[in-house]
């Protein structure tokens, strides 16, 4: 059973950062593309970002283009989604999700879900 764990969430000042983090127990994880997406109240849950299995290839949604960074070490089966000048549209549960088949950016193309944390910007 492969399980992905998020932590790392919080409460921040908008222009602030935080780093999320995502362990993933079970499965290969090296042979995984793993992805972040995020759900704000009231909202469909939205792709954020991508990583390829090996980590040399990443893709990001436009809100987040040059703000976010996505990495992985696969010695520690772990994805990690740094988040720089964060805005208050940023306030949503985070999700991690592993191993894609298809489109990326629509959730049921994902195989795996963590339980997901919540990131609150302040203003």
């Known amino acids: 059973q492969v399980q992905p764990v998020e932590s790392g969430g919080g409460l921040v000042q908008a222009g602030g950062s935080l780093r999320l983090s995502c362990a993933v127990s079970?499965?290969?994880?090296?042979?995984?593309?793993m992805g972040w997406f995020r759900q704000a109240p009231g909202k469909e849950r939205e792709f954020v970002c991508r990583?390829?299995?090996?980590?040399?290839?990443?893709i990001y949604a436009d809100s987040v283009k040059g703000r976010f960074t996505i990495s992985r070490d696969n010695a520690k089966n772990t994805v990690y989604l740094q988040m720089n000048s964060l805005k208050l549209e940023d306030t949503a549960v985070y999700y991690c999700?592993?191993?894609?088949?298809?489109?990326?950016?629509?959730?049921?193309?994902?195989?795996?879900w963590g339980q997901g944390t919540q990131v609150t910007v302040s203003a």
């Open positions: 999700a592993a191993r894609n088949f298809g489109d990326y950016f629509r959730p049921d193309k994902w195989d795996y």
């Open positions: 990583i390829s299995s090996s980590g040399g290839t990443a």
């Open positions: 079970g499965g290969t994880f090296s042979m995984y593309s």
